[in-house]
């Protein structure tokens, strides 16, 4: 399948996930587990989930927006608290460290909501000694990508692949 920046490639992110799904369809066994990125990113890991017969759980990320440039990512936080920073991005738009620093308590906070949401009262899929996929809609600056991966490993969860630019429509609702 080819990758096109011009446009969705699937009219849903469901018909996504099932077409990646069929893709991945070799990974199929007990030892893979499918990690969703809030928001966008979780109805195509639950259809990559569905089909290959895999626990799904998701990795809570967010960006971290440049002060006063809503659409300027500068890095990303993670559920357990690993940053990462593009620091050439800080530096070419001369944010302060006070600034990145407010950014990324903000990140934080809706972080740790988020998590409380979708995590309630359950702990996250043990992953020790699994292969962790990690899927995505879409990347734009590869930060929550990231991180995401970062906090994979940094739970002892060793293999991981990032799966995503499975370019599907980002409708006001979602």
Known sequence: MTLSSSGPLFSSRPEAGRRLATAL???????????????????????????LGAPLD?????????????????????????????????KARMVSWQGL?????IARTAVERSAAVLRSDRW???????????VDDGMATGATARVACMSARAAERTRSSWLSRWRVPTPRRW
């Open 58 to 90: 998701v990795v809570v990320v967010r960006r971290v927006i440049v002060p006063g440039c809503p659409d300027l990512v500068a890095g990303a936080v993670s559920e357990d608290d690993l940053t990462v920073v593009d620091i050439d991005r800080i």
């Open 124 to 134: 996250p899929e043990p992953l020790v000694g699994r292969t962790a996929l990690i």
């Open 25 to 51: 369809s070799y990974l199929r066994g007990p030892d893979i587990v499918v990690l969703g990125l809030p928001r966008g990113g979780v109805p195509v890991a639950a259809e990559v989930a569905r089909e």
């Open 101 to 105: 620093h407010r950014a990324q308590r």
